[in-house]
């Protein structure tokens, strides 16, 4: 049978975190979760865009019980604010879903704290978020942080000498590959540290397929080359493409089927990347553990916030604000 929205379980006293959740999958899987009885944190960048996307939140779904809080995962100091904001408001966080992402950015760009804009946001500031949120999440039994990744972590490669493309010709499709497979490294190297330290939360990673949502936009702020590539791939995403609905299914079975276990990997189960979402094997590199505790460590140095799974306080930060630095 496959797994559809009709087996989210209620959710009723449970709360989420949704990055992103003013548009895609995001959005829709923050009213899925909600209209099963979560309370939803839309945790966006842009207030319009949010406020917009909770409008039509409530229209779907009257009696959600959602609200936004402003989070700007390309800015450390905004990940920071968010969670005292969160940690201020609620006292337990049963999902975070770590989707919000940027593709196919064209040309080397950076966060304000310096880093590689793909790698920033994709990956360093959740690492970031989950870390702010450890003691929340470890004080929720059953808690779940899903790392949402993509098909294309088949192509990514690491270089851990130079995350930020500083000493290589940028190439957003690159960037974009490889901090989808980061994120599925992290995914399974927060499992094994919440395995190791007796933690009762899991880590899990979805690609959601090819869907029809809007992340082309970033690749045609780019020249005419492109902004034809752009075209082009939007026409293949129409035809090809699965809808929002389908495609956030990865996202919400990841986050919700009581049979999933830490440490796996959902994605469509059909041809072409589509279908109901199936337990899946990731890419051979996504296994390697030793690139994934280096690149944790890497995180912890370049972000300032380091995991502390084993003392009453989860994350310890470094005193001085973290900055990459720069030659
Ligand atoms: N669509 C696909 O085919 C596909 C395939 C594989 C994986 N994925 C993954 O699915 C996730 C969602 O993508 P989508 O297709 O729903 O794309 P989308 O429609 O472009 O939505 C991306 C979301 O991320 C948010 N975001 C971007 N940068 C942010 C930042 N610095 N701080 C906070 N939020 C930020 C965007 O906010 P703004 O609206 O303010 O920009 C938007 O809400 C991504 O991680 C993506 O890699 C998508």
């Known amino acids: 049978m496959p797994w559809t929205t009709q087996d989210i379980p209620d959710q009723r006293g449970k709360v989420a975190v949704v990055t992103g959740a003013n548009a895609g999958l995001g959005y829709e899987a923050s009213m899925q ?4 009885g979560a309370t939803v944190v839309l945790a966006c960048r842009n207030s319009e865009r949010a ?9 779907s779904v009257p009696d959600a019980r959602a609200e936004v809080m ?10 920071a604010q968010f969670a005292d904001e969160f940690k201020r408001t609620f006292n337990r966080l049963d ?32 690492f970031a978020l989950t870390g702010l949120l450890l003691d929340q999440l470890r004080d ?19 270089d ?11 190439d957003g499709g ?9 994120s599925i490294l992290f995914a399974y190297e927060l499992q094994r540290r919440f395995a190791t330290n007796g933690v009762d939360s899991i880590a899990v990673a979805a690609d959601p397929g090819f869907v029809r949502t809007n992340w082309l936009r970033h690749m045609r702020t780019g020249g005419v080359f492109d902004r034809v590539r752009a075209s082009m791939l939007s026409a293949v995403l129409r035809f090809t493409g699965q809808s929002v609905e ?10 919700t089927d009581p049979d999933v276990s830490g440490g796996e990997f959902y994605s469509p189960g059909g041809r072409m990347n589509r279908g109901y979402p199936v337990r899946a094997i990731s890419s051979e590199a996504s296994y390697d553990k030793d690139v994934a505790r280096s690149l944790w460590e890497t995180c912890e140095g370049l972000t300032g916030v380091a995991f502390q799974l084993d003392s009453p306080a989860a994350v310890a930060l470094t005193p001085s604000t973290p900055k990459k630095e720069t030659t």
Do not use: C, W
Not at 51 to 59: I, T
Not at 174 to 182: E, H, P, R, V
């Open 160 to 170: 851990l000498d130079d995350l930020m493309f500083e000493s290589r010709p940028f």
């Open 140 to 158: 929720t039994a059953g808690s779940r942080v899903v790392s949402v990744s993509s098909f294309a972590h088949t192509r990514g490669e690491i």
């Open 174 to 182: 690159a960037a974009y590959a490889g901090s989808k497979l980061t």
């Open 33 to 36: 979760l909600a209209s099963k």
């Open 95 to 126: 999902v975070l879903m770590n989707n919000a992402g940027i593709m196919f950015v064209p040309d080397r760009r950076e966060t304000e704290d310096g880093f590689e804009l793909t790698l920033g946001t994709n990956l360093l500031g959740h």
């Open 51 to 59: 406020e917009s996307a909770m409008a039509q939140l409530r229209l």
């Open 70 to 79: 402003r989070l700007d995962l390309s800015s450390l100091a905004s990940v």
């Open 246 to 255: 389908m495609g956030s299914l990865s996202l919400l079975r990841a986050a």
